[in-house]
């Protein structure tokens, strides 16, 4: 009779074992799949946005900005040139001006604070998505060298 509790209390413990590997693997791959999924929604409003400033620039020969700037350092600090949201196209100032998205029609954007560069038109997104060890404020110049094997 010792023996059947003894391997029914080894059974118990090897299940809650096996659980709690199966629990950890499910959220570690569902907290993977939301950060690509805010990655791909910041790329797609980017990618809608260029194509209305383009639209508006090409109607109004000006950008749809307000008269809020911010540094592009503040949003990529600790990253310099090197980083992927660095876009060596953009002005030498480094002033970013605030989208203003009222002048822009029929938009419906995952997030609403986003900033343009008036040399480049390099579009950036207010707050960063990270994507394995980095950070992207916008779509990289090379987005088809991004690393998502972290993902997969």
């Known amino acids: 009779m010792k023996n059947q509790k003894g391997i029914t209390l080894m059974i118990l413990i090897s299940t809650v074992v096996i659980m709690t ?4 693997t499910i959220a570690y791959r569902s907290i993977a799949s939301t950060r690509m999924r805010s990655y791909y929604n910041m790329c797609a409003d980017i990618e809608l946005l260029d194509e209305k400033i383009a639209l508006y620039y090409l109607e109004n020969k000006a950008l749809p900005i ?6 592009i350092s503040e949003l990529i600090s600790n990253y310099g040139e090197s980083n ?4 060596p ?12 998205l009222s002048k822009l029609k ?4 995952k997030t609403t604070e986003y900033y343009i560069d008036k040399t480049s038109h390099t579009i ?3 707050r960063g998505k990270k994507v ?3 950070y992207y404020f916008t779509v990289p110049l090379d987005y ?3 690393d998502l094997s972290f993902y997969q």
């Open 132 to 134: 394995a060890d980095d």
């Open 21 to 24: 590997i199966i629990t950890g």
């Open 89 to 100: 196209n953009n002005s030498e100032d480094g002033i970013l001006y605030q989208i203003d």
């Open 66 to 71: 307000s008269t809020q700037t911010k540094q």
């Open 144 to 146: 088809e060298n991004v």
């Open 124 to 126: 950036y997104c207010s």
């Open 84 to 87: 992927p949201n660095y876009n």
């Open 106 to 109: 029929n938009l419906s954007l």
